[in-house]
């Protein structure tokens, strides 16, 4: 067995910001036998993925920070895209935390079908098969984050990020192509999904993997590759579900843990500065709702003076990766690209916003989508993402692999003074730079 594992107590990690891989320092030592104390190093690895969708919410078209609250010097750099001069306070996008989760990933993937049997609660495939597909999101974060868009024609060229499969101290890591770390995923979600013991996981440890979020994740990833045929086919696998009705006062809003929707709960997209009014909605982001009609308004937002202010995702019970809704919407926007299949896309789009919507406006939205053709309902879907994943961090993502249109926002700082922020159409900085806790000392890793 593998006896690198001196990381369950505590260690230093300087995880690709050098030439070496690992630099451990062991605080105590505990070395995995069991199927239960894989389990706990499996916890842990949950436990330490990186919490940063509210930075991308603020990069984006969907809120800012009040030039008045405490929280302006923290967020200003990510809202106004100006990497070259981040704040003292600014906040980081993960890199050190995301290749610590795989490094659990990769510890437990190595030797766990080795592990001694000492319950019947836990196998050993499950647990690998939980590792790797944890390992598959965590390389597909990172690419999404630090690389550019999958672009079929350029990827084998275009610089990814370094893939991390396996513990090798001696490792000199640097990027590898865009179609390499896709590769490398897919890979994962397969053998994984193979290994997969559980359909899905009950509410209580709906943060772990399962059968279904295995299959949503191989389907947001088909979408991100624009492969609409297979993106189609992987969210029709999970198609139909259950879909919280909004016209029903008592239905749980999907963005909970315990939603009737929740598939992956793992991820705490906002963060308490969203919840004490620090930050609000960006006026075009709003312009997007029926204010009145649309029923998500009232749940996923408060009213501040004029403004609209987020009351989503920013409580412990509010976590959320992958649910139901999702499916309808990668399987909508993949058939509106694929010839022929436009009444399928307008279907599921459909099915979804009935959910969502008072039922006089759903039968107005209905008869307008029904009147759509492709480019429309291309555009209509992107629009619907946006209104369903507010605050979720899908929307930085995209803008980035749909148009990365031209984004300004004017707003006041601190001294208030009128300020405006571009961020141009093709933008570069839609790819965000590699952190300078990973560029300092790997020279591979230069931008």
């Known amino acids: 067995m593998n006896r690198i594992y001196i990381l369950l107590i505590g260690f230093s990690l300087t995880c690709f910001t050098s030439c070496n891989y690992l630099d451990v320092k062991p605080v105590g030592q505990v070395i995995p036998e069991s199927v239960t104390e894989y389990r706990a190093m499996m916890v842990s690895a949950y436990d330490l993925f990186p919490q940063y969708k509210h930075l991308l919410s603020v990069r984006s078209d969907e809120a800012f920070p009040y030039g008045s609250s405490s929280a302006f010097n923290d967020y200003i750099s990510v809202a106004s895209w100006d990497e070259s001069n981040p704040g003292t306070y600014t906040m980081a996008y993960p890199w050190l935390m995301m290749y610590k989760v795989i490094f659990y990933a990769n510890s437990v993937i190595a030797d766990v079908m080795g592990a001694e049997v000492d319950t019947h609660e836990d196998t050993r495939e499950q647990l690998k098969a939980e590792a790797l597909l944890l390992r598959a999101y ?79 994740l191989e389907a947001r990833v088909r979408l991100y590759r624009s492969e609409w045929e297979l993106a189609l086919k992987a969210a029709e696998e999970l198609l139909p579900c259950t879909l919280a009705n909004l016209n029903d006062p008592a239905t749980i ?187 300092d000392n790997n020279i591979n890793l230069k931008n």
């Not at 996981?201 to 295995?214: E, G, I, T």
């Not at 204010?291 to 409580?315: M, Q």
């Not at 990365?404 to 004017?410: N, S, T």
């Open 138 to 216: 965590a390389h597909f974060e990172l690419v999404n984050l630090y690389a550019k868009p999958y672009a079929a024609n350029t990827a084998a060229t275009d610089r990814g990020v370094p893939i991390s499969v396996k513990i090798d101290i001696e490792q000199n890591h640097k990027p590898e192509s865009i179609e390499e770390v896709y590769g490398q995923i897919l890979a994962d979600i397969k053998e994984g999904e193979e290994l997969m013991q559980i359909e899905e996981q009950p509410a209580n440890l709906r943060y772990r993997f399962s059968k279904k979020s295995a299959k949503a």
């Open 253 to 439: 809003s999907p963005y909970y843990y315990n939603s009737q929707e929740a598939v992956l709960s793992l991820e705490l997209t906002t963060h308490t500065d969203f919840a004490v009014k620090k930050i609000f909605m960006l006026p075009g982001m709003m312009d997007k709702y029926n204010k009145t009609e649309d029923l998500r308004v009232a749940r996923y937002f408060t009213i501040s003076g004029k403004d609209y202010c987020p009351n989503k995702g920013n409580k412990k019970t509010m976590k959320m990766t992958f649910r139901h809704s999702e499916f309808y919407l990668i399987a909508a926007e993949a058939a509106a690209h694929i010839d022929g299949k436009a009444e399928v896309a307008k279907k599921y789009l459909k099915q979804l916003i009935e959910n969502r919507l008072t039922p006089v406006y759903y039968t107005q939205k209905a008869a307008e989508i029904e009147g759509m053709n492709r480019q429309e309902l291309i555009n209509e879907i992107a629009d619907e993402r946006a209104r369903e994943f507010a605050l979720e961090g899908h929307r930085w993502y995209d803008l980035r692999r749909t148009t990365r249109p031209e984004i300004v926002k004017v707003y006041k700082g601190q001294d208030q003074v009128e300020k405006k922020a571009v961020l141009k159409q093709d933008d570069p900085r839609y790819t965000i730079r590699f952190p300078k806790e990973a560029t």
